[in-house]
């Protein structure tokens, strides 16, 4: 099945730099990647999600990119502010289903310092 | 904007009882799901369910547990006899389209087995 791998798992940037979480997908049927980010003790909540047709998608500070070839796609936050602290999960999800299902990565802690 | 909710939002239960956690999808959606999360990692996909029968299950989901649509809004997920590595944040999630389209997420439901 499929599995998602995510580096680096803690991550600690000055404001107003950039950050950037990596992640890799083992199953090339999947076709669809989104990224939430946890605040602690909240539900995940999607921040942006990108589909297989697509090499790059941006919103504001934060973009997502994909190579399908490597398997592998990136998030990206520019100017962070200290309201982007949270936990970010990449994700993936095959479509061998109906209800297709997302399968998470394990999280990068992302913290921003003052 | 309408949003996917759960009850109750903490159980305390003793192990070998059974549980039922309840969630209210997002009423025009038609795919649920649920996920839990033991603390401190990933999220981790449970079941799927579409047209009143189960899309897709992971390994976690064995005989123990069970889901089900009683009516219209609700979507339950019971665990027959709990064991203590079952204590987790459990959380539902809808879509409104099977694949490649944004879940959901309810605000989750935290068990406690003692």
């Known amino acids: 099945g499929e599995n998602v791998e995510q580096h680096p798992s803690t991550l600690s940037v000055q404001e107003g730099d950039s950050a950037v979480i990596k992640c890799t997908y083992s199953?090339?049927?999947?076709?669809?990647f989104p990224w939430y980010k946890q605040e602690l003790g909240k539900r995940p909540q999607l921040i942006i999600d990108i589909r297989s047709n697509v090499g790059e998608k941006k919103d504001q500070r934060i973009a997502v990119t994909l190579n399908k070839t490597a398997k592998h796609f990136s998030l990206h936050i520019t100017e962070t502010q200290p309201e982007d602290s949270a936990v970010y999960f990449c994700a993936a999800s095959p479509p061998y289903s109906s209800a297709s299902k997302i399968i998470f990565g394990s999280g990068t802690r992302l913290s921003i310092r003052p | 904007e309408p949003e996917v909710t759960q009850t109750p939002s903490h159980q305390v239960t003793q192990m070998g009882q059974e549980v039922i956690l309840r969630c209210v999808p997002i009423?025009?959606?038609?795919?649920f799901y649920w996920y839990r999360q033991i603390l401190g990692q990933k999220v981790e996909f449970l079941v799927s369910?579409?047209?009143?029968?189960?899309?897709?299950k992971s390994e976690i989901f064995d005989d123990q547990f069970s889901v089900e649509r009683p009516d219209g809004s609700n979507f339950t997920l019971k665990i027959r006899s709990t064991k203590l590595e079952d204590s987790a944040m459990y959380f539902c999630?809808?879509?409104?389209?099977?694949?490649?389209?944004?879940?959901?997420f309810g605000p989750g439901t935290r068990l406690t087995v003692t």
């Open positions: 009423s025009n959606h038609l795919y």
């Open positions: 999630a809808s879509t409104r389209q099977g694949n490649s389209y944004e879940q959901y």
């Open positions: 369910f579409y047209n009143n029968e189960i899309s897709e």
């Open positions: 199953d090339s049927a999947s076709n669809y």
